[in-house]
């Protein structure tokens, strides 16, 4: 079964620093993976996604994330952070069933200080 | 704004009762996928709709029940309602159920049951 972690249920960091926010798939084929965002009181909205096209993504509001399959990891990264960056992340694989619904990892929320 | 419509947005019912959850997809979106979200279990995949058919099932309790009409909007039942049900439900649309197709997702339902 398909699955995804997530190191880190929250990570802080200063405006203007480096956000790596960490998530490690579990698959026996070459995996579909996403990053959504959620923000408080409202709902999900898609960063990226990595569908084997390319191993580096580029993503919305400056995020970026690089698949390594060595490594089994799909890390989300910014290199600067902003204060409206504060909010829930979430990595999440698209299951290999007829469904394709999305596995989810616990999700890390940052806190970005001033 | 991702195009899915989900109403109400808060809904504060006791337990014993039945609720109705009503999801838009976005123009064009065949798949209808549902979600809960509880701090418990965070976010778990319930059911999933495809052109009016239901096409898979994931952690969805027996008192749930969920269909996709006519005209792509979809409804989520929830019944003999207990304290345990409170949570977060959205509801997410995608063109097809295909690997790799995004998923876009709706406000959310915030549901409380005292």
């Known amino acids: 079964a398909q699955s995804v972690t997530q190191l880190g249920s929250h990570v802080s960091v200063s405006e203007g620093a480096l956000v790596l926010l960490r998530c490690n798939y579990s698959s026996s084929v070459p995996p579909y993976l996403f990053w959504y965002v959620q923000y408080p009181n409202q709902g999900l909205q898609l960063l990226l996604k990595?569908?084997?096209?390319?191993?580096l993504v580029k993503g919305i509001n400056g995020f970026e994330a690089e698949f390594k399959k060595s490594e089994t990891s799909f890390h989300l990264t910014k290199p600067s952070a902003h204060m409206s960056d504060a909010a829930e992340y979430f990595c999440a694989v698209s299951d290999r069933d007829s469904s394709y619904k999305l596995i989810f990892g616990s999700g890390t929320r940052l806190l970005v200080r001033p | 704004d991702s195009g899915v419509t989900q109403t109400p947005k808060h809904l504060i019912t006791a337990t014993g009762q039945r609720v109705t959850l009503r999801c838009s997809p976005r123009s064009g979106d065949l798949s209808v996928y549902w979600y809960q979200q509880s701090l418990d279990q965070g976010l778990q995949f319930l059911i999933q709709?495809?052109?009016?058919?239901?096409?898979a099932k994931g952690n969805i309790l027996e008192r749930f029940s969920a269909q996709q009409f006519p005209d792509l909007h979809s409804e989520l039942n929830l019944s003999s309602l207990e304290l345990g049900d409170s949570a977060l439900y959205f509801c997410?649309?995608?063109?097809?159920?295909?690997?790799?197709?995004?998923?876009?997702f709706g406000p959310g339902t915030r549901l409380t049951v005292l």
């Open positions: 709709y495809y052109n009016g058919e239901e096409r």
């Open positions: 997410a649309s995608s063109v097809a159920a295909g690997e790799g197709n995004e998923q876009f």
């Open positions: 990595y569908t084997s096209a390319a191993t």
